[in-house]
């Protein structure tokens, strides 16, 4: 198990410092425009929270049970399902419900194996069919894993969604689940309870995950989507621009000095975009005071 996960570490790192290269070379030197607004205490004290829960799907959670992101102001959430080893991609995450957050919550799990961002094939951007926008397009690998449970778990939320019809619905994820996260979101859209003020998105470290017009397609919701993205965390940088890759907006930036500001455009060169090309992987691995590997071990 251990050996598994620290050869998927040691090949995800290897590709992330090939990966580290292309980006610099791909992108100019940013210069900082100071067009920042800061963020209200409110939403950091949900970012906050909400880190917790997208932790918890690296865990096989139990009953609740998963080591420190499961204590704390998490406690008492009740599992619904928890889903991991799907087939044929290896998706993971779970439903829960917290009472007094009251909130129906969806947390996806990132992936330690960087191979799926960077194989040639899964760069392919496959339509999104779902999209307003004719031309919008996502990471086809990304697509693949949120396919293998997006039919029983959209239902299953749908179904809780009615039940509770004064919760709220948050979904989030760390990496790779952020994009996972965004679309269940947007398969949760036209639900008819649902609208701005009760489905939420919170995203950690989340790559860019399809093109322009996917970005202009999540943008124009009028859902909120906090993407957030800590200091110089590299994978809110892949796959490079050069592939047609483009983050939406707005982007919530915890910059060097740990002020959390909100940069109102995508790819606004005054947030994140201002650490190329000095990218880190260890600033993906910790948002807030969550270290996402080792969250679910520590007690
Ligand atoms: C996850 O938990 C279940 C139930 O306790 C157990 O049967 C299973 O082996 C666990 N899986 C892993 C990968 O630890
Ligand atoms: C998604 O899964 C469905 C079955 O649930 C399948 O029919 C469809 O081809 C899959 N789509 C993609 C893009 O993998
Ligand atoms: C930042 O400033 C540069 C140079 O003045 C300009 O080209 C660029 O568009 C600005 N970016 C933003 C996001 O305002
Ligand atoms: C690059 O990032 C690291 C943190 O990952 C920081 O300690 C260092 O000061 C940065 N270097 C430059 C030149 O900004």
């Not at 959430?77 to 419900?97: E, H, Q």
């Not at 907006?249 to 060097?256: A, N, R, Y």
């Not at 740990?258 to 005054?270: W, Y």
């Not at 880190?280 to 005071?289: E, P, R, T, V």
């Amino acid at each position: 198990m251990f050996k598994k996960i620290f050869n998927r570490i040691f090949i995800g790192l290897t590709t992330l410092l090939l990966f580290t290269i292309m980006v610099s070379e791909a992108s100019p030197i940013r210069r900082n425009n100071n067009t920042q607004t800061p963020v209200t205490d409110d939403d950091i004290r949900e970012f906050k929270l909400w880190v917790k829960f997208a932790s918890a799907a690296y865990c096989n959670v139990t009953d609740w049970n998963c080591g420190k992101a499961c204590l704390g102001e998490t406690a008492g959430t009740r599992l619904i399902k928890f889903f991991s080893n799907t087939v044929p991609r290896d998706n993971n995450g779970y439903v829960a419900i917290n009472d007094k957050e009251k909130s129906i919550i969806v947390g996806y799990r990132g992936t330690a194996d960087v191979k799926s961002f960077v194989s040639d094939t899964e760069f392919f951007q496959t339509p999104f069919v779902n999209s307003k926008f004719k031309d919008a397009k996502v990471h086809s690998g990304f697509f693949a894993t949120y396919n293998d449970t997006r039919e029983e778990i959209t239902k299953l939320l749908k179904d809780l969604i009615k039940k509770n019809p004064d919760y709220k619905v948050i979904s989030t994820g760390h990496s790779l689940g952020g994009s996972l996260a965004v679309f269940q979101t947007l398969d949760l859209i036209d639900t008819p309870e649902l609208n701005p003020s009760n489905l939420i998105t919170y995203t950690y470290g989340e790559p860019r995950t399809g093109n322009q017009d996917f970005a202009k397609f999540v943008q124009s919701t009028g859902f909120k989507f906090f993407r957030i993205v800590n200091r110089n965390d590299i994978i809110p940088h892949l796959p490079p621009q050069s592939f047609k890759y483009n983050q939406y907006g707005p982007e919530f930036w915890v910059d060097p000095e740990k002020n959390i500001v909100e940069c109102s455009t995508a790819e606004d060169e005054t947030c994140s975009n201002s650490q190329v090309p000095n990218l880190s992987i260890i600033s993906h691995a910790n948002y807030f005071d969550t270290a996402f590997l080792l969250t679910c071990l520590a007690k």
